[in-house]
């Protein structure tokens, strides 16, 4: 798949100046948000000589923040556009396959264990009450959302047309609030949830209640192991 294709090509190239710069901003703010950071500190953590060296790679604070979220969220669009439904004549009503849902929650999981602070970054986003960053939010996410209540609404799932609002965002929460919220969870709940075994669990049971609501089959009962 998409996510998984791009993985192989980050592992085999070189990091770039560029990707560890977007690396540490992403992580920055993720934790303290927009105005939390500074540019100095951002290249400074990122090994950078002084802040005039980021400027060479982006051309302002704005501007490195909106490549962090299309970095973040272009792959995912990429992915449910590449799910094969979204291929299928626009006027069919589909039922969705199971290995599909199986194979983008797998995917997408993997890619945010990857990318664990985009799930923040997104939350603190849409929380701050920036004109700016709500608009920017919206505008990286729409992209989001229209393909997967595209394939939705292609898919023979039984939900009425002013219900696939609601579908798209509980599946959005489902997904993403489990790795946006990794630290309330540990607190709660106890114990590492990106470890292993507690992300294995998350998979199951993502395929279960995922599958529940699109109506594929997938909430029979799960297999063993991921």
């Given at each position: 798949m998409a996510l998984?294709?791009a993985?192989?090509r980050?592992?085999?190239?070189?990091?770039?100046t560029?990707d560890?710069?977007l690396d540490?901003?992403?992580?920055h703010f993720?934790?303290?948000?927009?105005?939390?950071v500074?540019v100095?500190?951002i290249?400074g953590?990122?090994?950078?000589?002084?802040q005039?060296?980021?400027?060479?790679?982006f051309?302002?604070?704005?501007?490195?923040?909106?490549?962090?979220?299309?970095r973040g969220?272009?792959?995912?669009?990429?992915v449910?556009t590449?799910?094969g439904l979204?291929?299928?004549?626009d006027?069919?009503?589909?039922a969705?396959?199971r290995?599909?849902v199986?194979?983008f929650?797998d995917?997408?999981i993997d890619?945010?264990?990857?990318?664990?602070n985009l799930?923040?970054?997104?939350?603190?986003?849409a929380?701050d009450?920036?004109?700016y960053?709500?608009?920017t939010?919206?505008?990286?996410l729409?992209?989001?959302y229209?393909?997967?209540?595209k394939?939705i609404?292609?898919s023979?799932?039984?939900w009425?047309p002013d219900?696939l609002?609601?579908l798209g965002?509980?599946l959005?929460l489902?997904i993403?609030?489990y790795?946006a919220n990794t630290?309330?969870?540990?607190?709660v709940?106890?114990?590492?949830?990106?470890?292993t075994?507690a992300?294995?669990r998350?998979?199951?049971f993502?395929?279960?209640?995922?599958g529940?609501?699109?109506d594929?089959?997938?909430?029979?009962?799960?297999?063993?192991?991921?």
């Open positions: 998984a294709a993985k192989t980050r592992a085999r190239a070189p990091r770039t560029r560890v710069i540490t901003a992403e992580r993720a934790e303290r948000g927009f105005d939390g500074s100095r500190e290249a953590d990122a090994g950078l000589k002084n005039a060296s980021l400027y060479h790679h051309r302002h604070k704005r501007d490195l923040y909106e490549a962090v979220l299309s969220i272009d792959p995912i669009v990429a449910v590449a799910s979204s291929a299928t004549n006027d069919a009503i589909v969705v396959p290995d599909v199986t194979g929650l995917t997408v890619y945010l264990l990857e990318h664990p799930p923040r970054l997104l939350q603190r986003a929380l009450d920036s004109r960053l709500r608009a939010l919206g505008r990286s729409k992209p989001l229209a393909q997967g209540i394939v609404a292609k023979s799932t039984g009425e219900e609002l609601h965002v509980g959005y489902l993403f609030g790795f630290q309330l969870i540990a607190s709940a106890g114990g590492d949830p990106l470890a075994a992300i294995n998350q998979r199951r993502l395929r279960a209640a995922i529940q609501l699109l594929v089959g997938a909430h029979a009962k799960p297999t063993r192991g991921r």
